[in-house]
């Protein structure tokens, strides 16, 4: 057996032999670290977006970040998504588990676990994983802001859904968002559908992709979603869903475009819309970003799902939703030139020459009564603590030299000019400072 006949390496304490360096890891290929001041910029994002559905009556919801696969397979076996991209694993307990690769099942999952009172809405902010091939605009890990609204079949809501995105993209600044809107009626209008695009497909399968032709008899619908030319060449002839629909979903639809026209929301209908997932119905939607290179520029996709909470085991409830890319939105405002990272600075940066214990304490007192307050370490010189002062972007230094030590008293240097610099008795530093912020 081949670690039979590998060698062992004896134990020594010999300080003379230099340890080996420690291998160093990268982030997994398709998945970042997103750092300061960077990260700011993904705080205010999620907090924009918590205070904007917060308004609208959306509450959060916290969720595992896995599930047992039967969650997710409800997305649709023929989807890219449950076929190849999945992050599946059997845990220690031979339970067959994945990380979620987005976030309607799971909460789908809860509502029917917890049935809470009609309707029910709720946003999110979470990572999602896709074993997917990395690109600029797609990852193994992304982030979904989402909503989900549960409870009601009302178009009106769609309208609301639809029209809070919308808001929420301009707020940040962003002009160059195109929404595509779409319907695949109810679940009998979209079977027999299915039926109608099969029977065009089939007539048309030599012109096809070669990958696409498989999927003609089994998933007719992700023919249409491809991105493959001679694939595309063929669907711009194929029948469009939104002429094979029934009196009741033409009716819905027809309430979603007057609502969206009547609050001023530019649209244009896409009847190749079907969305990269099965559980659609009625109303499908998408944001695509003018500034974003065509492959990846969906920032924002959602719809109706009115039979997912039947198929995960809950009374029939319909259902809509979005969820929303942070990776891609911040591209997007990047291409645009708006929401840019906020400068993250501290009011008060202590500098101490006498050993420490005046940047401890002094930094405590101003924490604790809420002044944002940082501090050198590991006892530098002048230069360096005024130059760390500088990087922090702090307003005031308080320095503590052995004359004020002495004395009693701190210096407070106005760091942008203006007042100079002068002493400030110790307990009196506090209120100095309150009277200046
Ligand atoms: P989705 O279109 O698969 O829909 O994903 C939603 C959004 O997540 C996309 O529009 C895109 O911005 C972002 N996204 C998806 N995959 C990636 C990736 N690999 N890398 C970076 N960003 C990505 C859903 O997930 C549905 N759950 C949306 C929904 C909610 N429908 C109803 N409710």
Known sequence: MAWLTCPTVPA????????????????????????PPESARWETLVAAFATHFGRAGYGLVQQPMFEEIGVFRR?????DVVRKEMYDFLDKGDRHLALRPEGTASV???FVEHRPTLPWKVWYAAPSFRYEKPQAGRYRQHHQLGVEALGTADPDLDVEVIRLLGDF????????VDLAVNSMGTPEDRRAYVDTLRSFLVGRIRDLAPEDQEKV???PMRVLDSKRAATRAVVADAPSIVEHLSAGAAAHFDRVQAGLRA??????????LVRGLDYYTHTTFEFQSEALDAAQNTIGGGGRYDGLVEQLGGPPTPGIGFGSGIERVLLTCDAEGVFGAPQRRVDVFVVDLVGGDAARDLTALLQRSGVSVD????????????????????????????????????????LRGGTGQHPVARDEVLAHLRARI
């Open 12 to 35: 020594t304490d010999d300080a003379t032999v230099e340890p080996a360096r420690a291998q160093a890891f990268k982030a997994p290929i398709g998945t970042h670290d997103v750092l």
């Open 75 to 79: 997305m649709g076996e023929g989807t």
């Open 108 to 110: 789908v999952r809860a």
């Open 169 to 176: 993209y301009a707020s940040l600044g962003l002009r160059r």
């Open 217 to 219: 008899e089994a998933f």
């Open 263 to 272: 609050l001023g929301v530019a649209f244009r209908i896409e009847p190749r």
């Open 375 to 414: 501090r050198a370490w590991d006892g530098r010189s002048l230069k360096a603590q005024m130059k760390a002062a500088d990087r922090s972007g702090a307003a005031w230094a308080l320095i503590v030299g052995e004359d004020e030590q002495v004395a009693g008293v701190v210096t407070v240097r106005d």
